[in-house]
């Protein structure tokens, strides 16, 4: 396509080493490259992720300052749209698609919801109002499940797309044949002969030590008895799934250990290349789908978006609170388990939707006039009059007049 590309905005965690938030950005330029469009990933601080082949991310801060021209910002995927946040993670991940939405709406730009998740609702006043006022700022507004839009549906009288995570399309961006010299490697790196013999990509991350050694025992019984190998994979090292799986590797005897892995190209190989996938990571379930692996998550109830993912693609049981039913499980899956047509063609429609939402006029003005009065109450409301006058105080640009000068 002839010209110049023009950037898309993306607010996903891209600055955290976890391999689902650093696909986003990838699987969107994917999409939206070929019309015309170059996709920069924002994150809460602009911190670059450990693999090479992970995009770089500007810090929302950055973007605020200094306002680069944009054509449009999409919100997601990731489990951003966090209704009620109950840590300090949560809270930056509200705080930061709220200042993306901000920044669009400002600088008159199309606002695309990328099928992130609702873990819970939004509450009825406070950060409730806020997150209500900036969902109608939306030209697309998709979720990436029943769940999630069941949560979010009573905020708001617009009509909420289902479409899936847009991980699932991990396959079309990187084939499995792609890679091959990949999980090629990773054996080679891990000492492990025979690439034909049959591999269970394994993922923990919120485990106690009693069920890790639990865990461990099992894994060497289906060796022993069944000759498959468990990769031992930490999908998410920046949330602590390399120390995780350590834990369990010291308690076995067959696994192998990829506390390391050294690109999400070999993350991708690892669940592409396997038999099975059991573990705790979502993204780990929807990739090893996207290659048509059979899966079984593992959380104890309620396990939300993991059961939204798993009804979505018509296996509501392979969501398990324990992993030695998620390992008997296995047994009684089909040995090529791909996603349903229907959420390729609903992955599809969301793009599709997504780029005309991109190539229009943004969303009326009444919805995002709205967004900011409420921005401005709440403000005032909660902030002080401090807060409310200080972009009036002229102070402020003599300061900064000066510091550009110096």
Not at 142 to 160: C, K, M
Not at 163 to 172: E, L
Not at 306 to 335: H, I, N, S
Request: hydrophobic share 50%; charged share 20%; with cysteine.
């Amino acid at each position: 396509m002839g010209g110049s590309l023009r950037t898309v905005h993306m607010a996903s965690l891209a600055d955290i080493d976890n391999f689902g938030d650093a696909l986003f950005p990838l699987l969107a330029q994917r999409r939206l490259g070929p019309a015309g469009y170059r996709v920069e990933a924002l994150s809460p601080t602009g911190r670059a992720c450990r693999w090479s082949d992970a995009p770089r991310s500007t810090s929302i801060a950055e973007l605020v300052e200094t306002a680069p021209s944009s054509a449009g910002m999409l919100i997601g995927g990731g489990n951003l749209a966090i209704g009620a946040p109950a840590s300090r993670y949560e809270c930056l991940a509200v705080e930061f698609w709220l200042t993306a939405t901000w920044f669009a709406v400002v600088h008159d730009l199309p606002i695309v919801w990328n099928a992130p998740g609702a873990p819970r609702p939004f509450p009825a006043r406070g950060l409730g109002l806020l997150a209500r006022a900036a969902m109608e700022t939306a030209d697309h507004l998709a979720i990436r499940d029943r769940l999630s839009r069941d949560f979010l549906s009573p905020a708001t009288g617009r009509e909420i797309a289902v479409h899936p995570d847009t991980a699932i399309d991990v396959s079309s961006m990187w084939p499995k044949t792609t890679l091959a010299a990949a999980f090629a490697r990773l054996l080679e790196r891990k000492n492990v002969a025979g690439s034909e013999r049959a591999f269970l990509t394994v993922h923990v991350r919120d485990l106690s030590a009693e069920a890790l050694d639990r865990l461990a025992f099992l894994l060497d019984e289906i060796a022993t008895r069944d000759g498959m190998i468990a990769l031992l994979l930490a999908i998410g090292p920046g949330a602590g799934d390399d120390a995780a799986v350590r834990r369990l590797a010291r308690g076995g005897r067959f696994g192998v250990l990829v506390d390391d892995p050294e690109s999400l190209a070999e993350i991708a190989a690892a669940l592409a290349f396997s038999s099975a996938y059991v573990g705790q990571s979502l993204h780990g379930a929807i990739v090893a789908a996207s290659y048509g692996v059979p899966g079984i998550l593992v959380q104890a109830p309620p396990a939300r978006r993991f059961r939204g993912f798993q009804e979505y693609r018509g296996l509501p049981e392979a969501v398990t609170p324990d992993f030695a039913d998620a390992l008997a499980q296995l047994a009684k899956l089909p040995r090529h388990a791909p996603p349903p047509a229907k959420m390729f063609e609903d992955l599809e429609a969301h793009w599709e939707a997504a780029r005309a939402a991109l190539g229009r006029a943004p969303r009326e003005t009444a919805a995002r006039l709205a967004f900011l009065r409420t921005v401005g109450r709440l403000g005032a409301a909660h902030l002080g009059a401090d807060w409310a006058a200080r972009p009036m105080r002229l102070s402020s640009y003599v300061s900064k007049r000066r510091a550009d000068a110096d």
